[in-house]
């Protein structure tokens, strides 16, 4: 009976997390459909103000927008990045440069004007780069809707003196830089680019890894052998019990 309730706990763990393997599955071939389409869609112009609150990431993250706006002059945040998981170009360490833009409005957006390859976070090379930026003037900008993200336990301290942060946390970065943009999603750059190539703007592709079915199978499989175990194991257990009956019957 012990063993049975082992097994029996054991089987329906091992169910459970094979069921929750193909659901995980659904749910990321349609997040996969949805951001296929969205970054394969014509640009939009950049929601007015009013509709920024109603923005949420499930709905909005990687649409593709467009707008004109002109650089700041407040200070630049480099996120440092060992690689990227949507930028097919970016496969070494490096940061990407957010910086605040100003709308025709007035009103102020974070923009990730591109990646920098620079391992050993030239922050000279880094703040040339920035300027150019700056010198640009008003142009016209394309790209997609991103949200935030928050720091973890595991994610490195940053070096506000440097201006280097490890996580695209706008909120803290914007208040340690004194940014004025109440936006509550930043705009990752996809064009223009700078003749000098630097930052990187580039397009964002799908690149997500879809292998929830042969988790499922691993599981569901684990599942069967444990019941197999079970099974032979209780049918030893019942031949030898039969096998003793008919010993002692004999004497």
Same mark, same amino acid.
């Given at each position: 009976?012990?063993?049975?309730l082992?097994?029996?706990?054991?089987?329906a763990?091992? &169910?459970?997390?094979?069921a929750?393997?193909?659901q995980?599955?659904?749910a990321?071939?349609?997040l996969?459909a949805a951001l296929? !389409?969205r970054?394969a869609?014509?640009?939009?112009p950049?929601p007015?103000?009013a509709?920024?609150?109603?923005?949420?990431?499930?709905?909005?993250?990687?649409?593709?927008?467009?707008?004109t706006?002109?650089?700041?002059?407040?200070?630049?945040?480099?996120i440092y990045s060992?690689?990227s998981?949507? @930028?097919?170009d970016? =496969?070494?360490?490096?940061?990407?440069?957010?910086?605040?833009?100003?709308?025709?409005?007035?009103n !102020?957006v974070?923009?990730?004007?591109?990646f920098?390859?620079?391992p050993?976070?030239?922050r000279?090379? #880094?703040?040339?780069?920035v300027?150019? &930026? @700056?010198?640009?003037?008003?142009? #016209?900008?394309v790209g997609?809707?991103?949200?935030?993200? #928050?720091?973890?336990?595991l994610?490195a *301290?940053?070096?506000?003196?440097?201006r280097?942060?490890?996580? @695209?946390?706008?909120?803290?970065?914007?208040?340690?830089l004194?940014w004025?943009?109440?936006?509550?999603?930043?705009?990752?750059? !996809? =064009?223009? #680019?700078l003749?000098s190539?630097?930052p990187?703007?580039?397009?964002?592709?799908? @690149?997500?890894?879809?292998?929830?079915?042969q988790?499922?199978?691993?599981?569901?499989?684990?599942?069967?052998?444990?019941? &197999?175990?079970?099974?032979s194991?209780?049918?030893g257990?019942?031949?030898?019990?039969r096998? *003793?009956?008919?010993?002692?019957v004999?004497?």
């Open positions: 009976a012990g063993l049975a082992i097994a029996l706990v054991m089987v763990v091992l &169910l459970t997390l094979g929750w393997q193909l995980r599955r659904v990321k071939q349609a996969i296929t !389409e970054l869609a014509a640009p939009m950049l007015l103000p509709a920024w609150a109603d923005l949420s990431p499930a709905r909005d993250e990687f649409r593709r927008v467009t707008f706006a002109r650089f700041t002059d407040a200070p630049d945040a480099m060992a690689g998981a949507i @930028r097919a970016v =496969t070494s360490p490096g940061t990407f440069a957010l910086l605040p833009v100003r709308l025709r409005d007035g !102020e974070v923009v990730n004007a591109g920098l390859p620079n050993a976070i030239d000279a090379r #880094q703040d040339d780069a300027q150019r &930026l @700056r010198h640009a003037g008003a142009v #016209q900008m997609y809707l991103r949200f935030p993200e #928050q720091s973890g336990l994610t *301290a940053p070096d506000p003196a440097k280097l942060w490890f996580a @695209r946390d706008l909120p803290v970065i914007a208040a340690a004194g004025d943009s109440a936006a509550p999603f930043y705009f990752d750059l !996809e =064009t223009p #680019q003749a190539g630097a990187k703007p580039g397009p964002l592709t799908v @690149r997500l890894r879809d292998q929830h079915l988790y499922a199978i691993t599981w569901f499989g684990l599942a069967a052998v444990v019941s &197999l175990a079970f099974v194991w209780l049918y257990q019942l031949r030898d019990r096998s *003793a009956n008919r010993h002692s004999s004497l």
